[in-house]
């Protein structure tokens, strides 16, 4: 084969290789914005990742042909073991010795004592057998010293920087400084060496925003409000003034991330983008808040929060988010529990956020603990109400949301709700619903007595919207097919402005 079928087979391997990587930064990322254990990657990159590194393996190989033998330089200096023609079980090739005054004087020296044992026929003259090599102290790393046995000079590597000193018998070792210091040695002066800088915290960036700023981030939070959330927005007309801003931040906010479902969709990985998206909102509140040192966001919504609603609870704005994170990927619930639960994340935390809106302006601390009872009742009929009314539109798309336990009981599955198969037990299906929908709609009103005048109007929307869709649901004799449910209240502003000369909800 030519080489440039193998050049092929390396590029596309590494490119594999590429994408191998970024698949597995992808699940990793996923798991953790879910908070899953990362257990091990897919079958699937695995064995991509092997069979990549095989090619390229394989055309790594015939690319770069043959193995080349490294040829000696001719010019180099001999070893310590050719120098001394002794066996080579001792080997001092390395810097340091090159580094060394004192090598030049014990290569002189060694050359001298085997030249001498060449010529006497491997017997020393008593010349030789009197004079010793004593410890030569180095300047730089390394000392080298000769044992009692004068025939056989055997050199050793002393503790670098010792205390000792001393000098040499032989005329050869004038070459040394008999007077070197021995003080520690300075790395501060190696190449290489670098002082630690110390890199100073960076204070959070403040925000600074203009009138202008604030008056284009309140237009377009109303548009976004007005045209995507028509029911709270009527029921923030019947709010007093000095509220309003600030609760349509609040549904501004909340708006954009229902939106985030509708906005992924048509892409490829929607659950990562959309997981990203969450998560931007999540840093985004809580640098708002004063939980984060990352810069706020230059983005309308963030803007109105600072502005508007500087003192929100980010325990419920981070409530609709990790809601909001959790249903990710249009599965559905398992129990009407878990769909209960996501009503008070959601509608639930909404509604509280309205109601602490308003106790601050009539001089309320915090909202009564009724307050807070009645808005998580409300959610949960408000979250199992709204499924029902929407199973329409979202089976249009093939998204079934009704929970697992009640189509269990049933005796559906999410395949024959979508096809239309055993009507009966589906209408079934939507009177447990309603029911339990009820039940709840009926808990939040028990607390009516302890509840403030004032905070009725948070608490009067969804529950005019829940009265609706029961209403219409029973129109429909709980018919989930029936178009009817999607239409929305015509007397919605009515019954608000009569809830509120009441002071009822």
């Not at 044992?147 to 050199?155: A, E, G, K, S, V």
């Not at 803007?303 to 249009?330: K, M, N």
Request: charged fraction near 20%.
């Amino acid at each position: 084969m030519s080489k440039t079928f193998y050049n092929v087979i390396t590029l596309a391997s590494l490119a594999s290789l590429l994408h191998c990587a970024y698949s597995a930064a992808q699940h990793r990322s996923y798991l953790r914005l879910t908070e899953q254990p990362f257990v091990s990657l897919p079958a699937d990159v695995l064995a991509q990742t092997i069979i990549s590194l095989v090619a390229l393996i394989y055309g790594a190989t015939h690319v770069a042909g043959a193995f080349q033998h490294i040829k000696s330089d001719p010019n180099r200096d001999r070893s310590w073991d050719e120098a001394a023609s002794c066996m080579s079980f001792i080997t001092f090739e390395h810097r340091g010795k090159a580094m060394s005054p004192a090598h030049a004087v014990v290569r002189q020296r060694t050359e001298e004592v085997a030249l001498v044992r060449f010529l006497s026929g491997l017997h020393f003259p008593r010349r030789l057998s009197t004079k010793r090599l004593n410890t030569c102290k180095s300047n730089n790393y390394s000392n080298i010293c000769s044992l009692t046995t004068p025939r056989i000079p055997r050199f050793c590597s002393a503790l670098p920087y010792s205390n000792q000193t001393s000098t040499t018998s032989t005329s050869s070792s004038s070459t040394v400084s008999s007077n070197s210091s021995s003080s520690q040695p300075d790395f501060s002066h190696l190449p290489g060496a670098r002082q630690p800088k110390t890199k100073p915290t960076k204070p959070a960036r403040v925000l600074e925003i203009t009138h202008k700023q604030a008056q284009d981030a309140f237009d377009h939070c109303l548009e976004l409000v007005r045209t995507r959330d028509k029911d709270n927005y009527q029921a923030v007309l019947t709010m007093p003034k000095g509220n309003r801003p600030e609760l349509i931040a609040l549904l501004a906010f909340n708006v954009e991330l229902a939106m985030v479902r509708e906005k992924i969709r048509p892409q490829f990985n929607a659950d990562t983008t959309g997981l990203y998206r969450l998560q931007f909102w999540r840093d985004a509140i809580k640098s708002i808040y004063g939980e984060s040192t990352m810069p706020v966001p230059r983005q309308p919504v963030a803007i109105a929060l600072c502005a508007f609603a500087p003192r929100a609870s980010l325990p419920l704005l981070d409530s609709l988010v990790v809601a909001r994170q959790q249903s990710i990927g249009d599965r559905p619930f398992k129990t009407v529990g878990d769909l209960s639960a996501y009503g008070k994340a959601t509608t639930g935390a909404l509604v509280c956020l309205q109601a602490e809106s308003l106790a601050r302006e009539c001089a309320v601390i915090t909202p009564p603990h009724g307050v807070v009872k009645a808005a998580n009742e409300l959610g949960a009929a408000y979250g199992i109400m709204n499924l029902v009314r929407s199973s329409l539109p979202l089976m249009a798309q093939g998204i079934v949301l009704l929970p697992a336990d009640l189509l269990t009981l049933h005796s559906l599955t999410a395949d024959k709700v979508y096809n239309k198969k055993n009507r009966d037990a589906v209408v079934a299906l939507v009177k447990d619903l309603v029911q339990v929908a009820s039940s709840h709609l009926a808990a939040s009103r028990t607390v009516y007595p302890s509840i403030p005048r004032a905070l009725c109007p948070s608490l009067a929307a969804p529950a005019s919207v829940i009265e609706y869709i029961i209403r219409n649901v029973k129109k429909a004799k709980y018919d989930l097919y029936d178009p009817r449910l999607q239409r929305r209240s015509p007397f919605l502003m009515w019954s608000l402005l009569y809830k509120h000369v009441l002071g009822r909800y």
